[in-house]
């Protein structure tokens, strides 16, 4: 049984850093996609970047340039560097991991996405 724990957030002054790490225990099988998402309160869950098995790159328009998804494969960890954060950043951060052994997202739209770890940007 695999499971993801978030963790590095917490309270920043705008403009500074912050870099969450997400490490998955237990053994993912074939090639896997790792993503970070964010929730802020009262918005939907959203994509914040995403990294491959060949390590191709995606992010959502409001980071581009400004975060930056990286993966450790030998520890099954993926990291977030969060850079130049706005106050719109703040939310809880979760990640998520897409295995094609599974066929799937190891958290699904439906399933608790348990605690995430907390970023906080003030102005």
């Known amino acids: 049984q695999v499971q993801l724990v978030e963790s590095g957030g917490g309270l920043v002054q705008a403009g500074g850093s912050l870099r969450l790490s997400c490490a998955a225990s237990?053994?993912?099988?074939?090639?896997?996609?790792m993503g970070w998402y964010r929730q802020a309160p009262g918005k939907e869950r959203e994509l914040v970047a995403q990294?491959?098995?060949?390590?191709?790159?995606e992010y959502a328009d409001s980071v581009k340039g400004r975060f930056t998804i990286s993966r450790d494969n030998a520890k099954n960890t993926v990291y977030l560097q969060m850079n130049s954060l706005k106050p719109e950043d703040t939310a809880v951060y979760f990640c998520?991991?897409?295995?094609?052994?599974?066929?799937?997202?190891?958290?699904?739209?439906?399933?608790?996405w348990g605690q995430g770890t907390q970023v906080t940007v003030s102005s």
């Open positions: 998520n991991v897409y295995s094609t052994n599974w066929g799937r997202w190891l958290r699904g739209p439906s399933d608790s």
């Open positions: 237990g053994t993912i099988f074939g090639l896997y996609v």
């Open positions: 990294i491959r098995g060949g390590d191709s790159l």
